[in-house]
T-cell receptor, first 113, second 112 residues
């Protein structure tokens, strides 16, 4: 199994500012995934972060808005840049150790005011 | 990845079996059926997965029809802690980690 720690667990931010979310895993993993869950909605993949290469973004998400770092095999950050109220969501990171089961962090609940 | 269809919501009495259906009529031969659940304010949790045979673990049973176009997740003795959104996901199981494509899921409410 994998234990994923996300920081912060929640934050309230002013519009126009940026927030960096950290994701720490207790195992070395090649890929880490970042998801967004808007209020009352399902999860949507933002990007896949591979160690040693640029993140791969899904349609509708761009690097300028959601820059991702992946400095090593156990850590990643997602930055939500130039925030607006529409960015208020839960942001989750995820890893998959085997080909069977994905593990998720508890999420970062972001409110933009 | 094949698309799935699930009821928006379901209710079940505590102690009874909860049967959650999922339609995946466009599933391909190499695609598995996965189930995850998300309890309020938590990250999703893996429950079970299968290809074509029925599967059972400590959490649930998964029944897949012979044509693989639908499946049912069974929680044999539902408790209040099973109240959650349940996601049925279909995807191939290949080398390397893969993303999960979440639908809207079924909001299961277990009533006392």
């Amino acid at each position: 199994s994998a234990v994923i720690s996300q920081k912060p667990s929640r934050d309230i931010c002013q519009r126009g500012t940026s927030l960096t979310i950290q994701c720490q895993v207790d195992s070395q993993v090649t890929m880490m995934f970042w998801y967004r869950q808007q209020p009352g909605q399902s999860l949507t993949l933002i990007a896949t972060a591979n160690q040693g290469s640029e993140a791969t973004y899904e349609s509708g998400f761009v690097i300028d808005k959601f820059p991702i770092s992946r400095p090593n095999l156990t850590f990643s950050t997602l930055t939500v840049s130039n925030m607006s109220p529409e960015d208020s969501s839960i942001y989750l990171c995820s890893v998959e150790l085997s080909f069977t089961e994905a593990f998720f962090g508890q999420g970062t609940r972001l409110t933009v005011v | 990845d094949a698309k799935t269809t699930q009821p928006t919501s379901m209710d079940c009495a505590e102690g009874r079996a909860a049967n959650l259906p999922c339609n995946h009529s466009t599933i391909s031969g190499n695609e598995y059926v996965y189930w995850y659940r998300q309890i309020h304010s938590q990250g999703p949790q893996y429950i079970i997965h299968g290809l074509k045979n029925n599967e059972t673990n400590e959490m649930a049973s998964l029944i897949i029809t012979e044509d693989r176009k639908s499946s049912t997740l069974i929680l044999p003795h539902a408790t209040l802690r099973d109240t959650a959104v349940y996601y049925c996901i279909v995807r191939a199981k290949i080398q390397g980690a893969q993303k999960l494509v979440f639908g809207q899921g079924t909001r299961l409410t277990i009533n006392p």
